[in-house]
């Protein structure tokens, strides 16, 4: 209560915009994900790893965008690239070189030789279930219990599915997330726990058009793929004749150069990008096999969009993955990180924290349970979530500004500083003394 009343009192600029906001917006947002009780904290502005509230409040910022801004906020090489490109045009709907180039620097990264560009993390999902159907001309996609990919209808089932609906773990049931959808939207989805290569090959059959997953999942902070998972998961796409899809939304640009398809050497079928790939300008991408860029190619399933390809994200994406997020930059997120969690590892241990840190390329979490999580159901009832949503305000009201909601992860971009993370381990620690004393 303590800490609730003192987000509160710090943050009543944001409290009167919000009943401003709340007029116009549901909830006072622009996007559901950025709600947050009693209101959201309005942002004015940032710079590199810190931004700023409409109160004035100064946070290091872990939050990065739901882990768009590796780059930094008002990266200078990102900026003087879209301002380049601003003075010479910025929509066309006709193809530049900027986007050859994004494309090519994506092929050497991915290793999938055909791409095409969208708007956002769900157009690529979206984009990618149509591949799989019409590669396959069968209709049921799989998916993994608990994981988002977008807000389009088909992969809208089991996004968090509330417990007293999801069925037996032997037999998840289909849950439609939120209302609004056509019937049949669930039932042409089937839905695995994740890390279970067994409960997989159990609902693969001639119906199956694709299996889509996160390689490893980060919106239950990140539960990563047990050893053989992934090589299991493939082998039995391929013997199903299934195509397999990696959203990798969140890792891709993220964790490695290549993403999670890199680091665990797993290549699917088609991979789904956007978040940190462009540089804090929206957009995305999808990449895929010769051969689904042949059925895009004849125009058996269509990929298009007015904005696919938008010369400001290109020369946005350009930058990022040509000039910022370079091989050094890749390693010195992934040590960096690797010292954020070793600090935070400290604190668990010196306060005999019921909890552990999990971590991924720039990407890291405390996760508020003694065990290892490895799916969806772990996460329900394996997490202290009184702990995790208490740790949020301490960082908060500390300047440390993270994600609403228990599920995310912390984000590092190339512009955090050792002072920056620091600034997380001492609200860590303030948190980790106060609630054990
Ligand atoms: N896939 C994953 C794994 C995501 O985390 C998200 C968004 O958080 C999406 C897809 C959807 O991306 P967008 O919000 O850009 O539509």
Redesign the pocket.
Do not use: R
């Given at each position: 209560e303590r800490e609730r009343a003192r987000l509160h009192t710090r943050t009543v600029r944001s409290g009167e915009l919000f009943a401003r906001a709340a007029a116009v917006m549901p909830r006072g947002v622009p996007s559901g994900?950025q709600a947050s009780d009693p209101w959201p904290t309005y942002l004015s502005h940032g710079s590199g790893a810190t931004v700023w509230d409409v109160d004035g409040n100064e946070y290091a910022d872990f939050h990065n965008g739901?882990g768009v801004m590796c780059v930094g906020h008002a990266n200078p090489v990102i900026a003087a690239a879209v301002s380049e490109r601003m003075a010479l045009g910025t929509h066309f709907a006709a193809p530049t070189e900027g986007s050859i180039v994004v494309a090519e620097e994506l092929r050497r990264r991915w290793g999938l030789p055909a791409w095409r560009f969208t708007n956002?993390?769900?157009?690529?999902?979206m984009d990618a279930v149509h591949l799989a159907r019409g590669a396959t001309g069968r209709d049921v996609m799989v998916k993994i219990e608990g994981?988002?990919?977008?807000?389009h209808d088909a992969v809208m089932v089991s996004v968090k599915p509330p417990p007293d609906r999801m069925g037996p773990r032997s037999a998840p049931v289909p849950v439609p997330y939120g209302e609004g959808f056509a019937p049949g939207t669930a039932e042409a989805t089937r839905v695995v726990p994740f890390n279970d290569a067994d409960a997989l090959r159990a609902v693969l059959d001639e119906r199956v058009a694709g299996v889509i997953m996160?390689p490893a999942m980060?919106?239950v902070n990140i539960v990563p793929p047990v050893p053989g998972y992934l090589e299991a998961v493939r082998a039995a796409c391929d013997e199903a004749g299934a195509l397999l899809i990696f959203?990798e939304?969140?890792t891709g640009a993220a964790v490695a150069a290549g993403g999670a398809t890199e680091l665990y050497g797993v290549t699917p079928d088609v991979v789904?990008l956007?978040?940190a790939m462009c540089g804090g300008l929206?957009g995305?991408a999808v990449g895929m096999t010769a051969a689904l860029g042949e059925l895009i190619a004849e125009g058996r399933v269509k990929q298009q969009g007015t904005f696919n390809g938008n010369p400001l994200t290109m020369a946005a994406a350009e930058a990022t993955l040509l000039r910022v997020l370079t091989d050094d930059a890749y390693r010195a997120l992934h040590a960096a990180n690797e010292r954020l969690m070793a600090e935070c590892d400290r604190v668990i241990e010196t306060y005999a924290l019921p909890a552990h840190t999990v971590g991924m390329g720039s990407k890291g979490c405390v996760v508020m349970s003694p065990e290892p999580v490895l799916e969806y159901r772990d996460y329900l009832t394996k997490i202290h979530h009184e702990l995790t949503d208490l740790a949020w305000l301490f960082h908060m009201n500390r300047g440390v500004f993270m994600t609403p909601g228990q599920d995310e992860e912390w984000t590092l971009s190339v512009m955090h500083s050792g002072a920056d993370r620091q600034r997380y381990v001492d609200a860590f620690e303030t948190f980790a003394r106060e609630v054990t004393a």
């Open positions: 994900f739901f956002s993390g769900t157009e690529s999902t994981t988002y990919h977008g807000h996160e980060m919106n959203d939304v969140k789904c956007a978040k929206p995305g």
